[in-house]
């Protein structure tokens, strides 16, 4: 893969990431999630026993809000700078 598309996969993961649906109850009363397993539909051959390294990121949208406001504020300060001269 390209380092590129490594960094942007690890700012966006809401956009490189796959979402999980499969919501479950725990304990009647908290979240969680089901995670897919590496098989494939087509095998025939379940390993059992053997344990997959899996990463979960989770996103909190107003951080990401956030962020945008924050570029927002610098452009506009940029701005202000560049065109009140004038």
Request: proline share 5%.
């Amino acid at each position: 893969k390209l380092k590129t598309q490594n960094w942007l996969a690890e700012l966006f993961p809401p956009l490189f990431g796959k979402q999980l649906t499969e919501h479950v109850l725990v304990n009647n009363w908290a979240n969680g999630w089901v995670l897919p397993s590496e098989e494939t539909q087509n095998s025939k051959l379940k390993i059992q026993n053997e344990t997959t390294e899996q990463t979960v990121k989770i996103i909190f949208w107003p951080q990401y809000l956030e962020y945008i406001g924050f570029g927002l504020l610098i452009l506009s300060f940029l701005y202000l700078l560049r065109y009140h001269r004038k």
